[in-house]
Nanobody, 123 residues
Framework: QVQLVESGGGLVQAGGSLRLSCAAS????????MGWFRQAPGKEREFVAA????????YYADSVKGRFTISRDNAKNMVYLQMNNLKPEDTAVYYC????????????????WGQGTQVTVSS
């Protein structure tokens, strides 16, 4: 089992920045690729970004490409999502997740999930 806990969400004005963190515990963190997803009220959960276990490759949804950056520190069992130039449409609960696979965008391919952290962007 891997336990994931997100933090760093909050209220920010459009154009601002936030850095989300995800702390992992339990089984060894490194073999897992990690992803960030988000879910807005009344909408399905959607893929945001993913990173391989080594951190050498990343993948982003078109809607966040160029604004968000995913990274990880395996020594600290942490994964991060730096979010810049935030827009009101980025408002959602953000979840981190772990998968045995690599750079997958489908939420069903992820094995472990955190509880989520709320991000609200005001216009």
């Amino acid at each position: 089992q891997v336990q994931l806990v997100e933090s760093g969400g909050g209220l920010v004005q459009a154009g601002g920045s936030l850095r989300l963190s995800c702390a992992a515990s339990g089984r060894t963190f490194s073999p897992y690729a990690m992803g960030w997803f988000r879910q807005a009220p009344g909408k399905e959960r959607e893929f945001v970004a993913a990173i391989t276990w080594s951190g050498g490759s990343t993948y982003y949804a078109d809607s966040v490409k160029g604004r968000f950056t995913i990274s990880r520190d395996n020594a600290k069992n942490m994964v991060y999502l730096q979010m810049n130039n935030l827009k009101p449409e980025d408002t959602a609960v953000y979840y981190c997740a772990a998968t045995h696979q690599s750079l997958v965008t489908m939420s069903s391919r992820y094995n472990y999930w955190g509880q989520g952290t709320q991000v609200t962007v005001s216009s």
